[in-house]
């Protein structure tokens, strides 16, 4: 047993009302300050805050704590910032213990105020027991690879790996397509700053990924399997074959392609063959979509680029470090959802891919001489996507300015107009150009009637006192959102968390705004939520910028939370050695003691399977040592006190 | 009877990370709970379960990681190991093995953990606290 004259100061955090609205603090840290061992118990408005961070770090020096304990939100968030609290404070980082009675507690317990004060006292209790036990510790520095993977060749994972190449690391992009360029490259539209259409910055980032060597692409390829951890990953990369030796420019091959479907995205008739997409895609050598594709070969006659034996490979790349850039889908309307399914009634998406290739409406055949656009479609709904899209408010003005040029009428049938920021000036300019907003309620939303070839939008408009008015229009466009892309695979191989909304969750939206659960995977563009194309790109170079900092070093430090052998206790009867997954154990002979197990602190990753089997409690884990977890047990419930 | 009291071991990257998600999203579960976290439920040692129901809690709910382990792949299976010996310590010493319960808890099973540990209080109350007549 080891001594427990420690000195402990425990903080009780209120997170501005967040913890305090529902647990009694006060009384918190009163009980605390009885606790065996607590020297000083304090409860404070923001425990993060720097005054929150100074009271606790005077504490240490003055009264000579030897351990913290901090009772606040989810460790996730703040205990590193406390164990350097400590560390300034001249301690050791590792004599600490984060309490979490915000997610486990107070968010959770909030019709139970008085049960969940008891709840937060057993909290700490359990942190004083573990504080009490102790010791320093020192962190482990192990080798780190300086070479990045990036999933998604999109305009977010292009920008990545162009940032990561910038900073001297190996950078190896992955794309599950044919072509680079993902949503941003499916169509031809004004993206802001404005004036630049979307696929010269598609084009403008291929070319600068052509100049960096370092920088590698695999397109037609998915990530297989990853292992390994920060530093050290180790990725199986999945390369489909093409089936093309060579770029080929005959045209007449996809007509030859006997093979014929409508293309889920484009919603246009393709063959299997898939040329590159547009003027400077990447690479410029076709695909041939083996979905579709049942190797008749005609193809293969018609083209000697063409060799159908070209088989799958995998390969095996070392990386330091991974960044998730898989991107959006567009929302698809349900059958009926504002007359969606019949003639005339089409998405934001289609209406952009039209525009985009012939710079104005047509229907039949004839010019549409008025359209009306319904905001919102599939975005802030009360059931299903709650969120707003962020890009299309600004992405349906762009095109009213576009069908406006054109000589159509547009009426906007808006809930709210989100042209946020320095995109204003769409909705100034869309007004300008003859726009008529009608605004309506989401409690009474428009309805979309076809009468006789006739389409008609019947809007409760509240800019005139909710008078009902009907408007007939030749189109009606649905503004449409994002909507997470369905990764299931690659889920179950990066494992990082996914929110509520179904797009991938940042640790914290502030603190921590790319980073992911598992450390060493960072998330950037709209596979973390709704972005516009200015902010997809912020944050894939955040998520470089990041990754760089924990691996550029060539090292990374490691918590020290790894399994050790008393010697004196061991008895080698092996089971440790059996039960480790890592192989990170063997047997030693130690001086004057003899043969005993021993553990390889590099290789262990401390999960503490070794821990649970040993008969002699001889293998323990640093930072959570047997009578650590013990004592938590024994008094957290104070029901013996 | 006193109110019961359970002792839930969660893990640091997985199953904590799914009990956080509920207090995220708001989502209640009984308040008479107390988390211990583990870095993996595969740490989790035997006698650990007597020792928390001799120490006074009626129940212990192993939050465990499943197949999202980062560590283990057969995590599942080994976890599963320590509670059936754990059940056994508890038969040896006269408690109702009942008292301990495994369950998977992905990091974003809000929903399915406060569900799961309704039920496991609801159960144990059919047994009763262990602190009775106390």
Not at chain 1, 138 to 159: H, N
Not at chain 1, 392 to 411: D, H, M, N, P, Y
Request: hydrophobic share 40%.
């Amino acid at each position: 047993m080891q001594k427990n004259d420690k000195k402990i100061g425990v903080y009780v955090c209120h997170c501005g009302g967040n913890i305090s609205d529902v647990v009694d603090v006060k009384k918190v840290s009163e009980e605390a300050s009885k606790m065996k061992n607590v020297a000083v118990a304090r409860d404070y408005m923001f425990m993060c805050s720097e005054a929150g961070q100074k009271m606790i770090e005077d504490d240490v020096k003055s009264l000579k704590l030897d351990a913290v304990v901090v009772a606040a939100c989810s460790p996730k968030l703040h205990e590193l910032t406390f164990r350097n609290v400590i560390k300034r404070a001249g301690g050791n980082p590792y004599m600490y213990y984060h309490a979490n009675i915000r997610e486990q507690v107070s968010w959770v317990h909030e019709h139970e105020k008085e049960k969940a004060t008891e709840k937060a006292i057993r909290e700490v209790r359990a942190a004083v027991a573990y504080v009490a036990n102790s010791e320093p510790l020192e962190k482990i520095t192990v080798r780190a690879e300086k070479s990045v993977l990036i999933v998604g060749g999109g305009i977010a994972g292009m920008r990545a790996a162009i940032d990561i190449a910038d900073m001297g690391m190996n950078a190896f992009l992955v794309e599950k397509q044919p072509f680079l360029g993902g949503m941003t490259a499916k169509f031809d539209q004004e993206i802001f700053p404005y004036g630049k259409g979307s696929l010269k910055l598609v084009n403008d980032l291929i070319e600068e990924l052509k100049k960096r060597h370092i920088i590698v692409v695999f397109t037609n390829a998915e990530l297989e399997e990853l292992s390994g951890y920060i530093g050290n990953f180790l990725a199986k990369i999945r390369i489909k074959p093409r089936f093309f030796k060579e770029s080929c420019k005959d045209s007449n091959l996809e007509s030859i392609c006997p093979k014929k479907v409508i293309d889920p995205e484009t919603k246009e008739v393709r063959s299997a063959i898939m040329m590159p997409p547009f003027e400077g895609a990447y690479p410029e050598v076709p695909a041939i979509d083996t979905n579709i594709c049942d190797f008749c070969g005609q193809c293969a006659k018609a083209c000697s680029a063409i060799d159908l034996s070209q088989k799958e490979e995998i390969l095996e790349i070392k990386i330091g470090a991974v960044i998730v850039a898989t991107g959006f889908e567009t929302y698809t309307p349900k059958q009926g959802e504002f007359g969606y399914g019949t003639e005339g009634v089409i998405t934001l998406s289609t209406l952009t891919k039209i525009l985009s290739k012939k710079g104005y409406l047509a229907l039949d055949g004839k010019k549409a001489k008025s359209v009306a656009m319904i905001y919102c479609v599939g975005s802030r709904q009360e059931k299903g996507n709650q969120y707003c899209s962020r890009y299309c408010c600004s992405a349906a003005l762009e095109a009213a300015i576009s069908l406006q040029k054109a000589g159509t009428r547009v009426f906007h049938i808006y809930r709210d107009i989100r042209s946020y920021g320095k995109n204003e000036i769409l909705y100034e300019k869309a007004s300008i150009g003859g726009s008529l907003f009608l605004k309506y309620n989401p409690d009474s939303p428009p309805t979309v009637i076809k009468n006789g070839g006739k389409l008609t939008v019947k809007v409760k408009d509240l800019l005139t006192e909710g008078k009902e008015v009907d408007l007939d229009v030749d189109a009606v466009v649905l503004v449409t959102g994002m909507v997470p892309r369905e990764n299931e695979k690659l889920n179950s191989i990066i494992k990082v968390s996914v929110g509520k909304d179904g797009f991938y969750q940042e640790v914290h939206p502030k603190l921590k705004p790319v980073e992911t659960m598992i450390s060493g995977i960072f998330i950037c563009g709209t596979a973390q939520g709704p972005k516009m194309a200015v902010e997809s790109i912020c944050s894939a170079s955040a998520a470089a910028a990041k990754a760089a900092s924990l691996i550029l070093k060539g090292y990374t430090e490691l918590e020290p939370f790894v399994a050790t052998v008393d010697p004196n206790l061991c008895s080698l009867s092996g089971d440790c050695i059996k039960e480790c997954p890592y192989n990170a154990i063997y047997v030693y002979e130690y001086e004057g003691i003899g043969k005993k197990a021993k553990v390889n602190e590099a290789v262990c990753k401390g999960c503490g399977a070794c821990v649970a089997v040993c008969p002699n409690g001889a293998i323990q884990l640093m930072g959570l040592r047997n009578i650590q977890i013990e004592n938590m047990i024994v008094n957290a419930g104070g029901f013996n006190d | 009877m006193p109110e019961l009291q359970v002792l839930v071991f969660s893990t640091n990257l997985i199953s904590d990370v799914g009990i956080d998600s509920a207090g995220l999203m708001h989502f209640p579960y009984p308040a008479n709970t107390t988390i211990i976290r583990l870095p993996c439920s595969s740490m989790l040692r035997p006698e650990w379960v007597l020792l928390a129901i001799k120490s006074g809690f009626d129940g212990v709910f192993v939050a465990a990681d499943g197949s999202d382990c980062p560590y283990l792949k057969d995590c599942t299976e080994r976890t599963a190991k320590r509670v059936d010996l754990a059940q056994r310590i508890l038969r040896e010493n006269g408690i109702e093995p009942e008292r301990v319960k495994m369950a998977a808890i992905c990091s974003v099973c809000a929903e399915p953990f406060a569900n799961l540990i309704k039920d496991f209080i609801g159960n144990l109350e059919k047994i009763g606290s262990v602190r009775r007549g106390r």
